[in-house]
């Protein structure tokens, strides 16, 4: 039997899938050849110090009580970034590279993997520190709409993930048991923290990294995000 997996001839109920949003199904790094058309040469650089001071800024905001939306967060690691980089941020090209967290791209198997998923008769959620407005908007430009049952955004509690009323959003929003949900995410703290929380869970890895030193690893990790597939095939019995 493969770990985690249910024993033979077990099937295990799937009330719905949950969807981490940025860096899962729309890569935050698209973002890059816009920045590096401002910025030559360091388009690359300031898309990761963006993305590492992004996550960074929602954690101390949590931890600190300091909630803004994730907007905001965007924007204060965008300015930061380009300080620390030495980079001259025009307004113009703040609000250009906003912008594109409006309609990054979305991953080449995503919109496949999540038809087939409704073909299937899965219900589907978006679970995301995104705004609302950013949520929506995104969605749209990939061409999902209209796959989704929720897009349930963090700005409702005013909390950042990991904490665990973030979490609590895709039970209430179900009605049913963590343990009934799929959630899937391809940042591997983000993993990791939903199995503490109680979801099953797929890490899509898609770099092949270590799993993170938590005391605690996904149910199941794959390379792509068409791999979840399988791993809902096997949960279900199908």
Not at 76 to 87: P, T
Not at 118 to 132: C, D, K, M, Y
């Amino acid at each position: 039997m493969v770990p985690g997996e249910p024993a033979s001839g077990i099937t295990m109920q799937i009330r719905g899938i949950i969807f981490d949003a940025y860096g899962t199904l729309f890569d935050v790094h698209s973002v890059a050849s816009l920045a590096e058309e401002i910025f030559p040469s360091k388009g690359v650089a300031l898309s990761n110090l963006w993305r590492d001071k992004q996550i960074e800024y929602t954690r101390l905001r949590t931890l600190s009580s300091r909630y803004v939306d994730f907007l905001r967060v965007t924007e204060d690691a965008l300015r930061n970034a380009c300080a620390r980089l030495r980079l001259p941020l025009a307004e113009r090209d703040l609000e250009r590279l906003l912008a594109q967290y409006h309609r990054l791209d979305a991953f080449p198997d995503a919109v496949a993997t999540l038809q087939r998923l409704r073909s299937q008769g899965f219900a589907l959620a978006i679970l995301s520190n995104g705004t609302p407005g950013m949520l929506e908007s995104v969605v749209d430009s990939a061409g999902m709409s209209g796959l989704f049952d929720h897009l349930l955004s963090a700005d409702e509690v005013h909390k950042f993930k990991t904490a665990p009323e973030v979490y609590q959003m895709g039970v209430a929003a179900f009605g049913c048991s963590a343990a009934e949900l799929v959630f899937v995410s391809a940042n591997g703290w983000d993993a990791c923290c939903a199995t503490w929380f109680g979801y099953q869970t797929f890490w899509i890895n898609r770099a092949s990294d270590p799993v993170e030193q938590l005391g605690v690893a996904p149910t199941r990790q794959g390379r792509q995000l068409n791999d979840l597939t399988d791993f809902v095939d096997r949960r279900t019995g199908s």
